[in-house]
């Protein structure tokens, strides 16, 4: 009923359309990361809403973390109509960054976002700050003894919210403690360790240590305070610092792809993610809401790279 529901509007918005035939997620890494997990939330929760009715094919490409993806659907897939990408706003911070090559933000067709994870900033246990002004004043009195760990080189997202407490301190990013480390469970080593003072992650892997008392999250970087065992941490705006950064899951589409195939893949995510089979497979990867599909999402997408440009030349990068 609802893809039926889905292709009659998107008919009669003009243009005929027909299903994916055979329908195809690329993931730009190995399979297990986040990419993977992205394409396998719109691969099942597409056939369990009948979206589409043969099975997605989940394909994988690694390399540049997304960027060899990038540029073979750019270069050899622009037109194809049953493939889906998958992509982060990670994605767009390398962008941003000049690491997909030669092609911005523009070169593909943002299709939209299906959920979305949110940065954190924690500290151990035992840590003497009990709150983001705690933390930031004392950032600010003696920025070289507190290093900031984070599971991704320098200019990742975690990087990136490292830098964000810099500036509410008003430290210049570059110049902070960073250690680059090998994903959360490394930071949360380190953190309970003594290792570093501060953490930057994401709330779905560092919520369950922050509910075993493993780690204190300090704030959550959304919009609104996170739903079910998170919903008493404050968010960085609630402890007084204008601070977000979402980290949502998408899909992008080849540039040639026609108006009627795009059309027909944003009908199709906007009647999935309005069921209940949608939310269960949302939920059970870790994934809090954040459905953003058609114009809305390619103009967020590159609204962020607009942002992280700006980020990034702020942070001396």
């Known amino acids: 009923m609802l893809a039926g529901a889905a292709v009659f509007a998107a008919v009669a918005a003009g243009g005929a359309m027909a299903e994916a035939t055979k329908p195809e997620c690329l993931a730009g890494a190995k399979p297990g990361g986040g990419f993977d997990l992205t394409c396998r939330l719109a691969a099942n929760a597409l056939l369990a809403t009948k979206q589409i009715a043969e099975p997605m094919a989940v394909t994988y490409m690694e390399g540049g973390v997304g960027a060899v993806a990038y540029n073979h659907v750019i270069g050899k897939r622009a037109s194809d109509p049953n493939l889906i990408t998958a992509a982060s706003s990670g994605s767009a911070l390398l962008i941003a960054q000049g690491k997909f090559g030669q092609y911005d933000e523009s070169a593909v067709r943002w299709l939209g976002a299906l959920g979305a994870d949110y940065g954190v900033?924690?500290?151990?246990?035992?840590?003497?700050?009990?709150?983001?002004?705690?933390?930031?004043?004392?950032?600010?009195?003696?920025?070289?003894?507190?290093?900031?760990?984070?599971?991704?080189?320098?200019?990742?997202?975690?990087?990136?919210?490292?830098?964000?407490?810099?500036?509410?301190?008003?430290?210049?990013?570059?110049?902070?403690?960073?250690?680059?480390?090998?994903?959360?469970?490394?930071?949360?080593?380190?953190?309970?360790?003594?290792?570093?003072?501060?953490?930057?992650?994401?709330?779905?892997?560092?919520?369950?240590?922050?509910?075993?008392?493993?780690?204190?999250?300090?704030?959550?970087?959304?919009?609104?305070?996170?739903?079910?065992?998170?919903?008493?941490?404050?968010?960085?705006?609630?402890?007084?610092?204008?601070?977000?950064?979402?980290?949502?899951?998408?899909?992008?589409?080849?540039?040639?792809?026609?108006?009627?195939?795009?059309?027909?893949?944003v009908n199709a995510f906007q009647a999935m993610a309005k069921t209940p089979e949608f939310e269960k497979e949302r939920q059970e990867r870790g994934l809090f809401e954040f459905t953003m599909v058609g114009k809305e999402f390619d103009d967020r997408v590159k609204a962020d790279v607009a942002k992280f440009k700006t980020l990034a030349k702020e942070a001396g990068l």
């Open 121 to 265: 900033i924690v500290v151990a246990a035992d840590s003497p700050y009990k709150t983001m002004a705690d933390l930031v004043a004392a950032y600010k009195e003696d920025p070289a003894s507190f290093a900031i760990a984070g599971g991704g080189a320098i200019g990742s997202q975690d990087w990136m919210k490292g830098s964000l407490i810099a500036k509410a301190a008003g430290k210049e990013p570059k110049e902070m403690r960073y250690v680059a480390l090998e994903g959360g469970g490394a930071v949360l080593t380190a953190l309970e360790g003594g290792h570093v003072k501060i953490g930057a992650g994401d709330a779905a892997e560092m919520g369950k240590h922050h509910v075993a008392g493993k780690v204190r999250i300090l704030a959550v970087m959304s919009a609104d305070r996170l739903p079910g065992e998170l919903a008493e941490i404050p968010t960085a705006k609630e402890s007084g610092f204008d601070i977000e950064w979402p980290v949502w899951r998408g899909y992008y589409v080849g540039k040639d792809v026609s108006d009627a195939d795009y059309d027909w893949w």
